[in-house]
């Protein structure tokens, strides 16, 4: 089956940092992948849609340049938390989808993210 | 707005007790409908996706059905291991695509 990868697993850093992290596809390429972000007993909430080679498109509410995203390979998808703050803390979880309508999503493991 | 609605949030269930999760959707035209499996702290594992109204899919106690307005997940026989949260997802049809979740119903499994 298609496996997606997610590094780091877990992250703690300071107020005011930046946080990478990395979304990979191990298995097959991906034109596009996502990334959500999952409050405790909430829903996935989708954050943006990332597309190989093009500039992400983020949904509503979501800010572009706090949330950055580069999808620089058919492989690998790169979110960074700029300038994080407390309640930027959350479950960080990133999908990749094969061309093809409809397809499924593959989900990473997650990254778990704490602010201090 | 494409709505999902997931009941139970929880469920608790001896090992060996069948039930089944319900997920109700609205959506402008359907061009799928997935279930998923979460465990705590992981990212959601594929179960099934269904395409249209009278499809059935199954993989070991799991059944997965769809109608027009909802999709039911059969678990049969359950066992403890099958204890997750399970996620149901729409995809809409229409040249954005995005796939709305609902938040999941917690299954317990007792043994």
């Known amino acids: 089956g298609a496996v997606v990868s997610q590094h780091p697993s877990r992250v703690i850093c300071k107020s005011g940092t930046s946080v990478k992290i990395e979304c990979r596809s191990l298995d097959f390429q991906a034109t596009t992948m996502f990334w959500y972000r999952q409050f405790p007993k909430q829903s996935l909430m989708l954050m943006a849609t990332?597309?190989?080679?093009?500039?992400?498109?983020?949904e509503q509410g979501v800010e572009k340049d706090k949330f950055l995203i580069n999808h620089a390979s058919l492989t690998l998808s790169t979110l960074t938390v700029t300038s994080a703050h407390p309640e930027d803390s959350s479950f960080y979880i990133c999908?990749?989808?094969?061309?093809?309508?409809?397809?499924?999503?593959?989900f990473g493991p997650g990254t778990r993210l704490t602010v201090l | 707005e494409d709505q999902v609605t997931q009941s139970p949030e929880a469920l608790r269930l001896q090992e060996g007790e069948s039930s089944s999760l319900n997920c109700s959707y609205t959506v402008s035209g359907l061009r799928g409908l997935f279930w998923y499996r979460q465990d705590p702290g992981k990212g959601p594992e594929f179960l099934f996706t269904?395409?249209?109204a009278g499809e059935e899919k199954e993989k070991e106690r799991l059944k997965a059905t769809l109608t027009k307005k909802e999709s039911f997940l059969h678990i049969t026989a359950p066992k403890p291991e099958d204890s997750a949260t399970y996620l149901c997802a729409v995809q809409a049809a229409g040249g954005y695509q995005k796939v709305t979740f609902g938040t999941g119903t917690k299954l317990q499994v007792i043994p």
């Open positions: 999908s990749a989808r094969v061309a093809g309508l409809p397809s499924e999503q593959f």
């Open positions: 990332s597309n190989e080679g093009s500039k992400a498109t983020y």
């Open positions: 269904l395409y249209s």
